[in-house]
């Protein structure tokens, strides 16, 4: 165990996880953080709530919507998007990968959205989707499917739509809302115009399929991408979309939207290190905001969930500190 980090601390926060009563959060704070000799991943898939998520896929491998739906948006694949959330839940608090049935079963669900041009698309109709397409990327890969010649032609759609700066941005975002009508959101996707400047929402969300790949993690077109992102820590963002610098320091895991916490897990992925003086101020924020419990602040401290999403939270930055040389 790299202890370095911890002794730039105020509080050790492992201490903090290993109190917890979560069993998932137990063992892969053990496995990560302590170098601990852990159970067969498969031990936390017989867990009580991750056989409860198992039980409510459907045949065909989707899960059911059972939240509101967005009239603004027809011909939103609602299935889609429940599918990627549980899919997150699944691969990165209970580690299911493909060897599980239900990993297999969401996984050519998924795919089968997949369209000839190589992108995921549905859940913003049937506009193009990098920002979504990148993450349920980056699930699948974790999940073992790195080598599937689908996934592979995936990472291969993103690299083509990159804008000129580098990243990447929603393509719909360029379009005024008056004219996002309901025609619009079924209608032919909106290419993306390359001459804009790129969104940190969007290329920190793609990146990250990028970064968990062992061939494309390297790859130069990726290591500009990183630069783009890293530049852009604690900056508004280009367009409206979670664009006050304040969303940089709003947490969650498993990870959604791109924050300080999600960006600076990729970035390490990528090979940038604490010398480089974004990444170093991006440390920073976390040695200097730890709490009197040894914890960070999420910015969604409401909510029944809220506390052991702040756990959650707190491995991940762990994971951070201790992947960097500090």
């Known amino acids: 165990m790299n202890v370095t980090w911890i002794s730039r601390l105020s509080i050790d926060p492992i201490l903090v996880l290993m109190s917890s009563n979560d069993e998932a959060l137990i063992y892969h704070s053990q496995r990560d953080l302590l170098d601990k000799h852990v159970l067969s991943i498969d031990s936390l898939w017989h867990l009580p709530d991750a056989v409860r998520l198992v039980k409510k896929q459907q045949p065909d491998g989707h899960w059911k919507h059972s939240g509101s739906c967005n009239p603004s948006v027809p011909d939103q694949n609602y299935s889609l998007w429940e599918t990627f959330r549980n899919l997150r839940v699944l691969v990165e608090m209970f580690g299911f990968n493909r060897s599980h049935p239900a990993i297999e079963?969401?996984?050519?669900?998924i795919l089968s959205c997949q369209t000839d041009e190589g992108d995921i698309r549905g859940i913003i109709g049937n506009q193009y989707m990098p920002y979504y397409h990148g993450v349920i990327l980056e699930l699948l890969i974790k999940a073992g499917y790195e080598d599937d010649p689908r996934v592979?032609?995936?990472l291969e759609w993103l690299l083509t739509v990159?804008?000129?700066d580098g990243g990447w941005i929603i393509p719909t975002q360029s379009i005024p809302t008056k004219d996002r009508t309901n025609e619009f959101w079924s209608g032919k996707p909106v290419p993306s115009d390359r001459s804009r400047p790129h969104s940190h929402v969007a290329t920190g969300m793609v990146l990250r399929s990028f970064a968990v790949h062992p061939s494309y993690r390297r790859l130069p077109e990726v290591l500009i991408a990183a630069r783009c992102l890293k530049e852009r820590l604690f900056k508004a963002d280009e367009y409206n979309d979670r664009r006050e610098p304040s969303y940089w320091?709003?947490?969650q895991f498993p990870f959604l939207w791109t924050s300080l916490v999600s960006a600076l897990d990729t970035l390490s992925l990528v090979g940038l290190t604490p010398d480089d003086p974004y990444i170093y101020r991006g440390l920073s924020w976390f040695i200097d905001n730890?709490?009197?419990?040894?914890l960070w602040p999420t910015g969604y401290e409401k909510g029944s969930k809220s506390e052991s999403s702040r756990r959650w939270?707190?491995?991940?930055?762990?994971?951070?500190?201790?992947?960097y040389i500090l």
């Open 105 to 109: 079963k969401t996984a050519e669900y």
């Open 152 to 154: 592979i032609k995936g």
């Open 162 to 164: 990159r804008q000129n």
């Open 249 to 251: 320091l709003k947490f």
């Open 290 to 294: 730890q709490q009197n419990d040894g």
């Open 313 to 323: 939270v707190g491995l991940a930055i762990c994971r951070i500190l201790n992947r």
